[in-house]
């Protein structure tokens, strides 16, 4: 056997020593993967102030009148929130007080 034939052979048992090690290790990132992409697609994306030049995805957040709304759908350019389906209010703005004009 010569010294590439050694190597390559080297090379195989090293190759099968860590797959067989990362093996479980990769499944289980992947399942970790699965679970992230899950919950981000669950998660509120405060987007800034409601910009009627824009489309929202799902859970996208805006302001807009002094509220909080949140997409309950994908939203188109020009969907208003609270005129129309595709958007929830979250936070009612509260009217002014005097402590908060003073």
């Not at 800034?48 to 799902?58: C, D, N």
Request: some cysteine.
């Amino acid at each position: 056997m010569d010294q590439t034939e050694y190597a390559r052979a080297q090379a195989a048992i090293i190759r099968e020593y860590v797959e067989g090690k990362l093996g479980p290790i990769l499944e289980r990132m992947a399942g970790f993967e699965s679970r992230v992409k899950f919950f981000e697609s669950r998660a509120l994306h405060y987007s800034g102030v409601y910009q009627r030049a824009l489309g929202y995805k799902r859970n996208a957040a805006v302001t807009h009148g002094g509220a909080l709304w949140v997409a309950i759908q994908d939203v188109e350019p020009g969907a208003i929130p609270g005129k129309g389906d595709g958007w929830q209010l979250a936070v009612k703005s509260a009217p002014p007080t005097q402590e908060c004009s003073k």
